[in-house]
Structures are given as C-alpha cells and as structure tokens.
C-alpha cells in the first residue's frame, strides 16, 4: 500500500511540475471562431493544441489529431473515457471557451495522411491511462497518444519521428508547440 502511495504521489507532483511549464509569449493562439469559419485549411495529421484551463481535466492543455477525410477529431479526453472519433463542429463547441494552436508534421505526405489513419484505427481500442514511459501503448492519455501515432506512423517509413521538444519519457500536449519536426500553421491568414 505504502509503495502504490509514494507511486501516485510521484505521479501527482510530475504532473504538477511538468503541466505548469511557462509557455513562451510568442505563441499566437486562435480563437476557436477562427478555425470554424477556416476549417478546409486543416489537413488529415493536423495537431490540435487547446490551451490551458483551470480545471480538473484542462489544466494540463490538450492535444488530438484531425482527419479531414472524415471531418474528425480523433483524441483521447479525458481520464474514464477511451477513445473518440468527433466531428469536428460538435468538437469545436464543446471546446469554445478555449484557444487553439495548429501544428503540422514537416515531412507529411499523402502516404503518410493514409498510414497515419491505419496507425490510429490500430491504436485506438485502448483505455485511458497515464504511463511513465510515452512509447507503453497499454493505455493511453492524449498527448502520448497523438505522440505514439507519429511515432508508429514513421516506423512504416523508416524513420524515428519522436515530436517531444524535450525528449522525456513523458509527454505534455505543450511539448508538442516546440517540436522541430513540427511547424505552427495560422489558419485564416
């Protein structure tokens, strides 16, 4: 018992540490408007970074990935909930008190958009869960899964594509902003 406490306790303060990074002021986020009157500017790949909210699930920010073949969203919320595929209007208002950063893989090509849907529809049947280790796929929370999705898309093409800007075993849906194997994409120039 004592070792599963200091286990979550060890999980809490990382958590804590790490999900209150300062964020660079020259992140130029957009209003959810933006994107929904911009939306054929996305592309399959796209990542969504919604920003931080004070609250239970939002204090960490989020991440998911767009498949504009389909108009969805595909992500892993929240804790309790597993895997969904959203449209991306209902996931628009569901997020509309928050802003948004797009984010493009640089390498990304029309065989990658398809395997990337392949990697997801073969990842996408685990429960949520934090893991200490972003390449565990026993589970999953939203920034690990978007990262493993890259990840396992580039072992299909021989490359290590590994988007976490600060290499550790753990990933934030903020690490994602300073990627250099991504670029920030400004919808409705």
């Not at 959810?32 to 931080?52: A, V």
């Not at 909210?53 to 989020?62: D, E, N, R, S, V």
């Not at 996931?91 to 029309?110: F, G, P, Q, T």
């Not at 890259?150 to 290590?160: A, D, Q, V």
């Amino acid at each position: 018992m004592k070792k599963k406490l200091k286990i979550i306790f060890l999980i809490i303060n990382i958590f804590l540490f790490q999900g209150c990074k300062v964020i660079s002021k020259n992140i130029q986020w957009q209003n959810i408007e933006t994107i929904r009157k911009n939306k054929q500017e996305l592309e399959t790949g796209d990542i969504l970074i919604l920003s931080k909210k004070i609250g239970t699930y939002t204090w960490l920010g989020h991440s998911a990935i767009y498949l504009k073949e389909y108009d969805v969203v595909a992500e892993y919320p929240q804790i309790f909930h597993g895997f969904y595929y959203v449209k991306l209007n209902d996931w628009l208002n569901a997020v509309s008190d928050r802003k948004i950063k797009i984010l493009r893989y640089k390498e990304i090509n029309k065989k990658f958009k398809n395997k990337i849907f392949e990697v997801i529809e073969n990842n996408k049947n685990k429960r949520y869960k934090v893991v200490l280790n972003k390449k565990n796929n026993n589970g999953f929370y939203c920034s690990q899964w978007v990262w493993y999705i890259f990840y396992k898309t580039g072992i299909e093409f021989n490359k290590n594509i590994d988007l976490d800007s600060d290499g550790g075993p753990i990933v934030y849906p903020y690490d994602f902003l300073y990627s250099n194997k991504l670029y920030k994409v400004h919808i409705g120039k």
